[in-house]
């Protein structure tokens, strides 16, 4: 089976497409990440699932959800999306979307992964050494793994540092087995 992320891609290519030539890439994010909150509710999911549903009871159905937020081409492509039995991707075709926003806005998007909890200090010195490297504006994105021990993951598109206590231990442990 073809991967999520393969399926998506059209759609969110298409997606960002209509948003440049509306000139609306805000709204359009705005709308994608609407509807990806939506679709991957639980309990929308069963109503996404639910074969006595037709495509249009649904269409309408998460078009009511998302009210007076969709301009006319969001909801064309919310029902292009149900047509072709495609809805349930939307938090894929939110992310490829806001990747390709991102670097359409030349805002390259950085994880950081840390032993404990960074405070705003730590968070503003990181992406500021980053953007200056990256010669970029960085979307950065944090998150807490207890088993790094100490130190810090970054990861900026295809690079990683890593810069933690558990990774400097694995080369030691290689260095020796040799």
């Known amino acids: 089976m073809l991967e999520k992320a393969t399926i998506a891609r059209p759609y969110a290519n298409a997606a ?8 609306k890439l805000a709204e359009w994010s705005g709308m994608l990440n609407l509807l990806s909150v939506i679709v991957s509710d639980e309990n929308m999911r069963g109503v996404i699932n639910n074969p006595k549903l037709s495509s249009e009871q649904l269409h309408q159905f998460i078009t009511d959800i998302c ?8 909801n064309n492509f919310i029902k292009v ?4 039995e495609r809805i349930g991707l939307a938090a894929e075709i939110f992310n490829l979307f806001e990747q390709k926003r991102g670097a359409a806005e030349g805002i390259s998007e950085v994880d950081v992964i840390s032993a404990y909890a960074l405070d705003d200090a730590q968070i503003n010195a ?11 504006k960085i979307d950065i994105n944090t998150d ?26 694995k080369e030691l442990n290689s260095i020796f087995a040799q």
């Open 81 to 84: 999306l149900v047509d072709a």
């Open 144 to 169: 807490v793994d207890n088993d790094l021990i100490g130190g810090v993951i970054i990861r900026a598109g295809d690079s990683v540092v890593d810069a933690s206590l558990r990774g400097r231990l």
């Open 126 to 136: 990181i992406s500021e050494s980053i953007s200056k490297r990256l010669s970029k």
């Open 67 to 74: 009210g007076n937020k969709l301009s006319k081409t969001g």
């Open 16 to 23: 960002f497409d209509q948003a440049i030539e509306e000139g």
